[in-house]
């Protein structure tokens, strides 16, 4: 009770005017905390509006700390931009639906993955028609003067800045410097691929779950007699 006495003393004199009949803290910790949002809660409780974290923590003391610790990991994370890596680049052929549900052919230029060439490279079948060796450098601001001609009435795909730079990674691995980039070399251009469309790529084609997607039980592993009970009915 002493204690409580003095705690409370301590705060009616930092100007908090509380008083045993309006407030009565359920211990000293609870009274030494309220005391502390009193004295730093408007003027901590200021919240980025578009920082996640700072939403998170309420915008509290730990908020303003987390706008300090993001900048701190972006900044170490962050990649500097190899303009001279290597990328392999290909035209691919796709589709578009309209609101009839007529399909439309289109030409867009890809980034192409190291496992993805491999594959092609050994005869899987492709909708990519042609495939090019060029660097970050050669394709920046999506600029297609150095590429083959092929590629010049083709669109560029959706997000190729960030596409390539994050495939153009991919590349840097010791296994695809070893052994994958000589399958189109920095430069060149290769055509002779496995195309095919008879599975065509619809790129505003939104897929809707139904009942019909279920993996179907077949009946010689049917342990549970659920199709017994159906032929009785």
């Known amino acids: 009770r002493e204690d409580g006495r003095r705690e409370e003393a301590s705060m009616?004199?930092?100007?908090?005017g509380i008083s045993q009949a309006t407030w009565k803290p359920r211990s000293i910790q609870g009274a030494r905390t309220m005391a502390?949002?009193?004295?730093?809660?408007?003027?901590?409780?200021?919240?980025?509006?578009?920082n996640r974290r700072?939403?998170?923590f309420g915008?509290?003391?730990r908020g303003v700390l987390c706008i300090r610790n993001v900048a701190a990991e972006d900044e170490m994370f962050a990649v500097?931009?190899?303009?001279?890596?290597?990328?392999?680049?290909?035209?691919?052929?796709?589709?578009?639906?309209?609101?009839?549900g007529k399909l439309t052919e289109v030409q867009i230029i890809e980034p192409i993955n190291p496992s993805t060439l491999e594959c092609m490279n050994i005869g899987a079948a492709t909708s990519f028609k042609f495939v090019t060796g060029v660097t970050l450098e050669d394709v920046s601001g999506e600029d297609k003067s150095y590429l083959p001609e092929e590629y010049h009435q083709a669109e560029f795909c959706e997000d190729f800045s960030v596409r390539?730079?994050?495939?153009?990674?991919?590349?840097?691995?010791?296994?695809?410097?070893?052994?994958?980039?000589?399958?189109?070399?920095?430069?060149?251009?290769?055509?002779?691929?496995?195309?095919?469309?008879?599975?065509?790529?619809?790129?505003?084609?939104?897929h809707v779950v139904n009942d019909d997607d279920n993996i179907k039980q077949d009946k010689s592993i049917d342990v549970y007699g659920r199709f017994d009970d159906e032929e009785e009915k």
């Open 12 to 16: 009616s004199s930092m100007g908090m």
């Open 36 to 50: 502390a949002k009193e004295r730093h809660g408007s003027r901590l409780c200021e919240p980025s509006p578009n």
């Open 54 to 56: 700072t939403k998170a």
């Open 59 to 61: 915008g509290g003391a």
């Open 80 to 100: 500097e931009r190899d303009e001279s890596a290597y990328l392999a680049l290909g035209v691919c052929q796709v589709y578009r639906k309209d609101e009839e």
């Open 164 to 206: 390539t730079e994050t495939c153009a990674r991919t590349w840097n691995r010791p296994y695809p410097q070893e052994s994958l980039m000589d399958i189109v070399p920095l430069g060149a251009k290769k055509s002779d691929w496995n195309f095919s469309v008879t599975h065509k790529r619809v790129l505003n084609e939104v």
